[in-house]
């Protein structure tokens, strides 16, 4: 058997070295990348929990009050803001039947008076509309509703 020379296993041992360096590398970058992707899953799972969390607050009961004020403030925020004035009465004209259904159901779940009070008088009709009969309604807000 013939050996091979000196220079030969010089470069043999070279490539070999450097064939180690580059499974060490390829290996150290497969670690990280690896580290990288979990947290990013850790990251994903972290913001789905808390949307889920967001998701079953929403759909807790709401407190009357907030409900209330929330009804309120998308009938028409200025309702909101002539009662922190003083003014407590008040007569929406233009409403929906729906509109005016939910203010009175709120109102008599709100059956202690506690944050606003539906007049209870004939409805003011306006006439019909493109969401059907409109209408308005009188009522007053207590004090207790604007703390």
């Not at 220079?7 to 070279?14: A, D, K, R, Y």
């Not at 990251?43 to 969390?53: D, G, K, S, Y």
């Not at 409805?123 to 207790?144: H, K, L, P, V, Y």
């Amino acid at each position: 058997m013939q050996s091979l020379p000196d220079t030969s296993l010089s470069i043999l041992n070279t490539i070999l070295q450097w064939v180690a360096i580059a499974s060490m590398a390829l290996g150290l970058l497969a670690a990280i990348g690896s580290v990288l992707v979990g947290g990013e899953i850790g990251r994903r799972q972290e913001r789905a929990q808390i949307e889920a969390e967001r998701k079953i607050a929403e759909l807790q009961p709401k407190p009357l009050k907030d409900r209330i004020l929330t009804y309120l403030n998308a009938l028409n925020p200025q309702i909101l803001e002539l009662a922190k004035t003083g003014q407590r009465k008040f007569q929406v004209q233009i409403m929906t039947d729906a509109q005016v259904a939910d203010l009175q159901r709120l109102c008599e779940e709100d059956s202690k008076r506690q944050f606003v009070v539906w007049t209870p008088t004939t409805n003011i009709m306006i006439g019909t509309g493109g969401s059907g009969t409109q209408g308005g309604i009188r009522f007053a807000i207590t004090d207790e509703l604007l703390k």
